[in-house]
Each structure stands twice: as C-alpha cells, then as structure tokens.
C-alpha cells in the first residue's frame, strides 16, 4: 500500500512537471504520451528502491561484523582483567610474605634504620640554620634526600650513606670548635653584594669588618645585619678580625642567632626618646632650657661668691662684689646713726638678693612642671591605648605597645628632668642664701661698731 501511494505520489509529480513543461513549450501532448511518461517513471522509481534496499542490507552485514568484533574485544578484556585481578591479589600475597621474611631478616636492624632516619632528620635541620653551613654549604640536601627517600620506600641506607652520617655530625662538632677566616659573598645592609673575608667563631657568630653578619638558611646567603648591637660588641668585633690568633674578649649567641637578633630590635636612646611623641619632646625642651638657666647660676655665684670671699680678706672695698657695695654704704653715710645706718644696710642687701636668686624661681617651676607633664603623656598614652583595644581588642599587643611606650616614656622623662633640676635648685638656692647670710653677717658687724663708736 505504501509502495501503491508512493507510485501514485511520483506519476502527479511527473505529470506536474509534464503539465508545467507543456505550458511553458505551449505544446499539446496526447494521452498516449503521458501514459509512456508515468510508466518510465515508475520504472526508474523502482530501480532506485531496489538499490537502495541493496545498499541497506550491505550495510546491516557490516554492522553486524562491527557488533561481533566488538563483543569479541570485550570478551577478552574481561578475560585479560579476571586475569590480572588474580595475579594482582596472588602478588599481594607474594609482597605480604616477602615483608614478613625482610622485617625478620632484619631483625633490630629495622630499628637501626628507624633511628638513623631520624637522626637524618633532626642533623639536617640543624645543619639547614647552623652558620657553619655558610662555610660548608650543601650538607644538609644529602640528609634530606636519603631521609625522604628512607621514609618514602623500603630503601635501605649503604655502608657509605651512614659512613658520611656520622662524618658530617662529626665535622660539625669539630668546626664548633674553630674560629676561622674563609672568603664568602656578603649582602650588605645597603643591598650590595661584596665578596669578603668573614670571621667564623664556631657556630655561634659571623663578623666581617668590625659588623655582625646573618646566616639565612633558606636561601643560603649571609648578609649584615642592618641594625648593629652595642659599641662594645662592634669593637670586640673588629678586634677579633685583626687579631691573627690572639686571645680576644668576644660576645657570642649561643643561641645561634636568636638573641642577637631580639638585642638588636631593642631600641636606643633615640628611639626611646621618639616613643614619648611630643610631649615627650617639650619635657626635654623644658629640661634643657632648665639646664641652662641652673648652669647659668651655678657659674654666676660660684662667681660671686669667690668675689665675695676676695672681699671678706680685704680691707679695700670693691663695689664689683655684692658685700663691697653693702660695705659702701658705711662710707656713704659717715655720719648716720645706727638705726639709719641699719636701714641703709638693710636696702643695699635687699638690693642684692634678687641678682642673687635671679631664675632660681624658673628652675623650681620646671621640676615641679615636668612630673606633671609626664604624668600628662602617661595618661595620653592610655587612652590611645584603651582606644585601640576598644576597636582591634587584645588580641595583638603590637597594636598597644604605641600607647603603652608613650606612657612610661613621658613618665620616665618628666622623672629624668624633674630630678634633676631639683637638686640643681636646692645647691643653687643654697649658695644664693649662704652669699645672703654673708651679707647680713657683715651688716650686723658694720651696725654693731657704729653702735660702739657712737
């Protein structure tokens, strides 16, 4: 039926085709000839299905062949897997046995290459932060590599391997012992790389023209230390580098490094003084305008009072002292009584006291004003402090430790110049009274011998 509809669909096809050829040709055909036209129609139509069919049944036998070789295939992997499957679980088997036979053939030699594995271990980070190694580099990859490869698989270390263990170990306590001289690159604080000679005192310190170096292990390179300790370290420094085998008095971190690092982060007396901010700043300001003020004094009456003790010996007035002008008055008035003379005297020493405590008053201001600014920093300094814990918290000190070092840095200023300055006013004040006491001494004198005479 299907076949019978196609036929029919093809004869209108070509009967349209005819129709449309004949209105275009205006041409008349007869029923005759459209009759021949559908039957070579149909024939070929034929043809071409009778091929096609032909073409798909070639075509099912191939698939056919593909589906039988690929079922084939799959059946011998199958196969081959069972196959491998058994021998791999007969080989763990095998392996299990075999592991067994070596850890009993070993016995505690096991044991022995359990320690000598760690011992690997430990020695090579020793080696890897010991400035030895800056000497002697490379010790520690050898380590490294026969512990990986002794914890990463059941290899056993050689004769040699553990020979060169306990070689190095020994060459290292050996060097611990020596100070010696060797040519090496060194990375300067300013970035530049010099080759020099370096001084290696055991495993303890690296010097190098007068200045400690650093041993980094990581990269391997010895480089100076940007911040220096103390003078005194620096000259025993440079003394042991010049000093061609002689004994030297020499500072040395046993720690490797770690205490001379936290010694050189401690901040000098710059430093500190920067901690206290400005406050801190216009305590030693204060303090120092106070020095000169009290060395201005102490130079004035130590002055006047070696004119006043010239003075005491001589009969002669001098009026370039403070007694020879109140003695002056003496003569000025020849005629006085004694209780005008008294009056006299009395003015001309009240006339000196004030040249005497000239800024006396100034110096007892400032150690009493110093205390008091430096208790003012204290309490500006905690506040920033409790204002950084109310917003970061506790948990980093770092983020406190600004607030806290202006606290007892002013405190410690204000201290450092109010103590000071008040022993500078009690000497100072004492001298100025002593040179008083003096002049009203000799006063009375002059007062009881008009009395006598009158």
Do not use: C
């Amino acid at each position: 039926m299907l076949n019978t509809v196609k036929r029919i669909a093809v004869g209108l096809a070509a009967l349209s085709i005819s129709v449309g050829a004949m209105a275009q040709d205006d041409r008349a055909m007869d029923l005759d000839a459209l009759l021949k036209q559908l039957e070579e129609g149909q024939f070929a139509q034929s043809e071409q299905n009778q091929a096609r069919e032909r073409e798909f049944m070639q075509q099912r036998a191939e698939q056919d062949r593909l589906l039988e070789e690929a079922r084939q295939r799959r059946n011998a992997l199958l196969a081959q897997s069972e196959k491998l499957e058994t021998q791999f679980e007969e080989n763990e088997f095998k392996l299990a046995d075999l592991n067994g036979a070596l850890d009993n053939r070993l016995g505690s030699l096991k044991e022995l290459f359990g320690v000598l594995q760690q011992v690997a271990g430990d020695t090579k980070n020793k080696f890897h932060n010991s400035m030895i190694s800056a000497q002697i580099p490379g010790r520690s990859q050898f380590l490294d590599e026969m512990a990986q490869e002794m914890g990463s698989s059941s290899k056993l270390a050689s004769i040699e391997e553990i020979e060169r263990v306990w070689f190095e170990m020994q060459r290292e306590m050996t060097e611990s012992g020596k100070v010696t001289k060797f040519d090496t690159s060194v990375v300067e604080a300013g970035g530049e790389k010099v080759n020099k000679e370096v001084v290696r005192v055991g495993p303890f310190a690296l010097v190098s023209d007068g200045k400690y170096l650093d041993y980094n292990g990581a990269t391997g390179t010895v480089s100076e230390l940007v911040r220096q300790p103390a003078d005194r370290y620096m000259d025993s420094a440079e003394e042991l580098q010049e000093s061609d085998g002689k004994l030297v008095e020499f500072g040395i971190d046993p720690t490797g490094g770690s205490i001379l690092g936290l010694l050189v982060q401690a901040p000098n007396l710059k430093e500190r003084v920067e901690q206290g901010g400005a406050v801190g700043y216009i305590i030693l300001i204060v303090g120092a305008f106070g020095l000169l003020l009290a060395i201005e004094r102490l130079i004035s009456l130590t002055i006047i009072r070696t004119k006043v003790n010239k003075q005491l010996k001589s009969k002669k007035i001098k009026t370039n002292n403070p007694l020879g002008r109140v003695l002056k008055v003496r003569d000025k008035y020849p005629d006085a009584d004694t209780e005008a003379l008294e009056l006299h005297l009395t003015e001309a020493i009240l006339g000196e006291v004030p040249k005497l405590s000239r800024n006396l008053t100034i110096i007892k201001i400032i150690s009493v004003v110093a205390p008091l600014m430096g208790l003012l920093g204290t309490v500006t300094g905690m506040i920033n402090t409790f204002q950084a814990i109310t917003l970061f918290g506790t948990g980093d000190p770092k983020l406190m430790a600004g607030g806290i070092s202006t606290a007892l840095v002013t405190t410690v200023l204000g201290l450092v110049v109010a103590i000071p300055m008040t022993l500078l006013y009690a000497m100072l004040n004492t001298r100025s009274k002593n040179i008083v006491y003096i002049l009203q001494e000799q006063a009375s004198g002059v007062i009881a011998e008009r009395a006598e005479r009158s």
